[in-house]
């Protein structure tokens, strides 16, 4: 059995992120999104909060043991806040919980005390490809072993702050099946394109990243030479969607209940309304069971439980239509208001519809 009860150490740090989101990030949000731009000020600040360094362990300069079910909680409080930010944020865990997972003994102290230690750097990772059916599991980047070393090809979409990284995690196909290689930005093959335009996450930076015969030393392939099974990093980036696509849902719930609690139309309150309340409660619903689910398979993936990748994409897929759903009735909830920019829902429903692809872009 497992509890439903957060630990002491939970409590305290879900409490320092809501704090930050609400004070920081979503005070911040609107602006950032319209200048296409989150102040360093704010990020540093999300960074000393110490999410990451929590998840490493002091032999590599953190100050904790990694569970996947404490940054859910994390995740999810963050992007309560705003989603942006919190990818921002938590671009450094791209690099560093890879490697954490899945890395050499060599390269975790290599890599990770810099990252842990230090203040926010933009460590990445190039993981989308331009293409309608991307698939983790099946890239079009690929990695060919030749004269000792691996050379990679391919084109990556959606990169974090790629314009001024130093390091990257680069995922490719390597015989059929997807490795990891750390890749250092100013290798010869690589070109950073222009900043790529979106939807929502406009204060995020991404770049497209081309690799034109990137030659990569053999030991840089992430586990060492003869690499490392990815399954642990794909579930990571499948809760670290489930987990904020809830965070979003829930600052779009929450604010559309207490505008329709507060809203008269023709003298009486929109909640009143039996279509809005039902609305309401089908929004919170939801809600309630993609968060579950996501604890859920945090907890079998932290237990090593059988089937807990399987568990793990379910509640990534069931968070993509439940946040689509949400954030899209919190618009309809305050009709006219909620198309116009002085309302955050607006953002939150572009933010939301983003989580069908933004896999690749958050790890926890």
Not at 194 to 204: D, P
Request: hydrophobic share 45%; proline share 4%; glycine share 8%.
């Amino acid at each position: 059995m497992y509890s439903f009860e957060p630990s002491e150490e939970q409590k305290m740090l879900i409490d320092a992120i809501n704090r930050y989101a609400v004070n920081d990030l979503r005070r911040h949000a609107h602006d950032a999104d319209e200048e296409s731009d989150f102040s360093k000020e704010v990020i540093e600040k999300g960074w000393e909060l110490g999410v990451l360094q929590a998840s490493i362990p002091e032999a590599y300069g953190g100050f904790g043991e990694h569970s996947v079910l404490t940054g859910v909680l994390a995740a999810e409080e963050m992007a309560y806040g705003d989603l942006a930010g919190t990818l921002a944020v938590l671009t450094p865990a791209l690099f560093a919980l890879p490697i954490l997972a899945c890395g050499s003994e060599e390269q975790k102290q290599t890599y990770l005390p810099p990252i842990a230690e230090g203040e926010w750097q933009p460590f990445t990772a190039a993981c989308i490809e331009p293409f309608f059916d991307f698939d983790l599991l099946d890239m079009r980047t690929t990695a060919e072993q030749k004269n000792g070393a691996f050379v990679i090809r391919g084109e990556k979409i959606w990169v974090p702050f790629a314009n001024e990284a130093e390091k990257m995690i680069v995922y490719a196909n390597l015989e059929g099946k997807t490795q990891a290689f750390i890749v250092d930005l100013h290798t010869q093959g690589i070109r950073v394109g222009e900043r790529q335009k979106t939807m929502g996450i406009n204060a995020l930076p991404l770049y497209q990243v081309v690799l034109d015969e990137v030659i990569v030393p053999a030991e840089r392939r992430l586990g060492g030479v003869e690499g490392q099974d990815l399954s642990p990093v794909v579930d990571s980036m499948h809760l670290a969607m489930a987990a904020m696509a809830v965070g979003v849902s829930r600052a779009a719930f929450e604010y559309s209940r207490d505008y329709a609690k507060e809203r008269e139309v023709f003298g009486v309150k929109v909640a009143q309304k039996q279509a809005i309340a039902f609305m309401l409660a089908e929004m919170v619903t939801e809600i309630e069971a993609i968060r579950l689910l996501t604890w859920e398979a945090s907890w079998m993936v932290d237990n090593n439980k059988e089937g807990a990748s399987k568990q793990a994409y379910l509640a990534h897929m069931g968070a993509m239509d439940m946040a689509m759903m949400v954030t899209d009735r919190a618009v309809q909830i305050l009709g006219g208001h909620g198309y116009i920019r002085e309302h955050p829902v607006e953002l939150w429903m572009r933010n939301g519809r983003g989580f069908a692809m933004l896999t690749g872009l958050g790890m926890i």
